[in-house]
Each structure stands twice: as C-alpha cells, then as structure tokens.
C-alpha cells in the first residue's frame, strides 16, 4: 500500500464529548462501505468513551478536513497485557481514493506508543490487514461477524428440566459477571474486572435490563445472554454468551439465544447478530445450528509494542 498524508490543511485532534454523533456517522459510513449497513451507534461511541481508564484526550483522534468534515477517526485503549486499537477506526469513503491507509495506521500506533512497551493489537477485516503484515503484525485469531433472520416468529426455547429463564436483577451482577469471565478465560486473556465489565456492559444509555437474561436452576445463575437492540436497524444483538461449564452440552446455550430471539421479534427485529471467536468449534456450531451465518471474517493481528516517542 502506498503512504500518503493527510490533505493539505486538515487537523488532527482529540474528539470532543460533544462529537459523538459525528463520529458515530463517521463510522457508519465507513460501514456502509464496506458491508452495504451500519453497524455501530452513538450509544456505542459514548459507551467507549466512558470505558474505564479511557482517557479521550489522549486515547482517539480525529482528522478534519479544512472545510469541518471529519476524514478519519482513530481510538486505542489499553487492555491488561496489550494495547487496542478499535476496530472502527477508518477513513470516511469520501477520503479513500486518497490513498490514507498508512496514515491512518501510523496515527493509530502514535496512541499506541503512549502505552508502551504493551504489545499492540489491532481487529480488522482480512483486506486492509494486508498492509499490517508488512509492519511487523502477524495474525492471532479469527473472528466472525454472525446474522439470523427472522422469516417469521423463532422457535420457542427448550429448557432442559429443571432449568428456567429470568433476567438479571442488580443484585445478580456480581455473579453474572465472575460466570462471564470464568467462560471467557483464555490463556492469551486477562480477567476484566467487574468494574469494568460494569461500565461498558450496564453503565451505558442504551443497556435494556429486560433485555439480560439468566439461565437459572433454582437459585444458582448458570447461564447469561447480555443482549441490546438496534431499533435503527431492525436488529437486536447477542453482547455476550456464557453457561457455566459445568452445565455445558444441556441445550443451555441454544435455549438462551432462542429465547433472546424470540424477544428481540417480539420488539420488531427480524435479525439478530453477534460476534464469535471463528475457533471456538463449539461456539460455532452452537450459532450455525440456531440458524445464523457468517457475515465475514475479521483477524486479529498482534505486533511488539510500538516504540514511545
């Protein structure tokens, strides 16, 4: 990919608060470009901005043309052991013939430099990965994006005897969160702390708690489905999955989504969506056979730390 830089008379700054919107129109249109619908929201952009330990004068930039609009949005934010950067961090379509990816790469790692010597990570889709390979990046893991459509009302959730669903009440989140975590472990993955979790997950405009459902046996939380819906979009999404692994392979999985599905209907979706870890088989298979699909690939790519200025 050949380097470029910005257009003459543009600006590089920090976001303001009061920016989210355009932001967030920003990377629907980048979006749009690439997969024909947007997949983000304002909610989305104030919830990032309000993570724990994100700092927005820091941590994002934006590039303004000089007639005010916004040519590129850049975010990074440090998890325990590497640095992320967004993966909506994009050129506005208007910009690309421009030839800008390089720039875009090497303002997203001058953040990323602020917090060396962390390695850096970066969740991007197989095209414009290409151009990381070549700056030291090798590839991690696998991701896909996942859809269900809504021909008509789901199935009805089966629950194994003994088994019911409820949602999460305030004082279950303490609960929910260590099942969450537990499931998500992984050798390359820090625990996220409750606090954390919180704020990205509940302390956010657009959290629905009717919306987190719990797999129950009596008392005993053994299964979460932390979902949202997108009414701009006719689409309600699965955030998070979970079921204690002592009650894996129960239909407790299939149950949760069938359940969220027939809910996110009920409100006026006729689509669901989430991302899934493409190797994680019995994730996988646990999606396909509700019936989604996968929308696209996207990689994770990992490098050094970039060097701090």
């Known amino acids: ?26 990377i629907c249109a980048c979006d749009i470009a690439d997969t024909g619908e947007p997949d983000w929201t304002v909610d989305e952009t104030r919830a990032d901005w ?44 208007d910009f690309r013939p421009l030839g800008l990816d390089e720039a875009l790469i090497e303002l997203a790692e001058s953040l990323a430099a602020q917090h060396a010597p ?24 696998w991701l896909w994006r996942m859809r269900g459509e809504f021909d008509g009302s789901p199935k009805a959730a089966e629950w194994p005897e003994g088994f019911s669903v409820r949602n999460m009440e305030p004082e279950d989140e303490r609960t929910t969160h260590a099942l969450i975590d537990a499931a998500f472990a992984r050798p390359d993955r820090s625990p996220v702390s409750f606090e954390e979790w919180r704020r990205f997950m509940i ?31 006719d689409e309600g999404w699965v955030r998070q999955l979970a079921v204690d692994e002592r009650f894996r392979h129960l239909g407790l999985g299939s149950a949760l989504l069938l359940h969220a599905f027939g809910e996110f209907y009920r409100r006026g979706a006729r689509r669901s969506g989430l991302g899934v870890d493409a190797n994680n088989p019995s994730a996988t298979k646990l999606y396909l056979g509700v ?3 996968s929308l696209g690939e996207y990689v994770q790519y990992q490098r050094a730390a970039v060097p701090g200025g």
């Not at 724990?52 to 590039?63: E, K, M, S, T």
């Not at 008392?219 to 979460?224: A, P, R, S, T």
């Open 203 to 233: 302390e956010r405009d657009d959290f629905d708690r009717s919306l987190a459902f719990l797999a129950v046996r009596g008392d005993e939380i053994v299964g979460v489905a932390m979902c949202l819906m997108y009414a701009e979009v």
């Open 118 to 141: 962390l390695p850096v990570r970066w969740v991007i889709d197989a095209e414009r990965g290409r151009s990381l390979a070549a700056r030291g990046y090798k590839p991690v893991r």
């Open 291 to 293: 019936g989604m699909r």
């Open 50 to 93: 309000a993570r724990l330990g994100f700092d927005l004068a820091r941590d994002a930039r934006v590039v303004v043309a000089r007639d005010g609009r916004l040519i590129a949005y850049a975010e990074a934010f440090v998890r325990p052991n590497a640095v992320e950067i967004a993966a909506n961090s994009c050129i506005h379509p």
């Open 1 to 26: 990919m050949q380097k470029n830089t910005w257009p003459q008379g543009s600006v590089i700054r920090p976001p303001r608060h009061d920016e989210a919107e355009q932001v967030t129109a920003l």
